[in-house]
């Protein structure tokens, strides 16, 4: 895509303060576009907005799971921009615990994290979203929402929903009139700050189970992203991109 390809475009992204959220912030800056980070780690949030290309960026404090705090976030981005181009739902959260260890306020705090803040995220930015004429959400979901590993239960109970619940919007979006596109991705193992929070021997593990022979890179789930938003992915609606290095083809 051109350096430009975002130029001029509103950006909202959750889970902005590291990781994919980070990484993909940056590409969109890179591209011209001006950000709205979203995160509970304000200080996070504070290097990454501080590293950012352009002018006209700003930090919200966004607990997704609240919908008081995505009205007031909203609120900011309407008084300030009066529209928004792309959402990306990313923030999300999981723990490796079989379903017969999860008590109901694990099983909770997953589901709110991980799908509820893509509903409650992409009902309070709905009316901007309509605004700009040519907007897109993307909802990171996960390969979990396809195959099963041990201990994700509810993470993938959770990722799977975010997938339909991403076709559902784009199919009624489309059929009510508004110019809104939605779709997923789902990305693989990828090498972010938790992954190497977990150790060297768990992230050899992961590494070596993918036909590709290692993790991904944040940058190339933002690559995803970006073209999922983007103008060139006009008729792309409700579906699912796949960035695992074959993961599941296997």
């Not at 690559?223 to 409700?238: D, K, M, T």
Request: glycine content about 10%.
């Amino acid at each position: 895509m051109p350096a430009d390809s975002h130029a001029d475009r509103i950006v909202m992204i959750t889970g902005a303060a590291k990781g994919i959220g980070a990484a993909t912030a940056l590409a969109f800056a890179r591209e011209g576009a001006t950000l709205v980070l979203a995160d509970i780690d304000t200080e996070g949030l504070g290097a990454v907005l501080a590293g950012l290309p352009g002018s006209g960026h700003m930090a919200v404090r966004l607990d997704v799971t609240a919908e008081a705090d995505w009205a007031a976030a909203m609120a900011r981005v309407g008084a300030t921009h009066g529209r928004l181009d792309v959402l990306v739902n990313n923030a999300g959260w999981g723990n490796l615990r079989s379903i017969f260890d999860t008590t109901p306020d694990d099983w909770r705090r997953i589901i709110a994290i991980n799908l509820d803040s893509v509903f409650l995220g992409t009902m309070a930015a709905m009316p901007w979203l309509e605004k700009s004429g040519d907007a897109a959400v993307v909802n990171v979901s996960s390969i979990r929402a396809r195959v099963v590993g041990f201990g994700s239960g509810p993470y993938s109970a959770a990722k799977a929903g975010v997938e339909m619940f991403s076709k559902v919007a784009a199919v009624e979006c489309a059929q009510t009139g508004r110019r809104v596109r939605v779709n997923s991705i789902h990305p693989g193992f990828v090498d972010t700050p938790l992954s190497k929070a977990q150790g060297e021997e768990a992230r050899a593990a992961r590494a070596a189970s993918v036909p590709q022979g290692r993790m991904a890179e944040p940058e190339e789930i933002a690559a995803g992203i970006l073209f999922l938003a983007s103008r060139a992915a006009s008729y792309v609606n409700g579906t699912g991109l796949v960035v695992d290095g074959a993961f599941t083809a296997v």
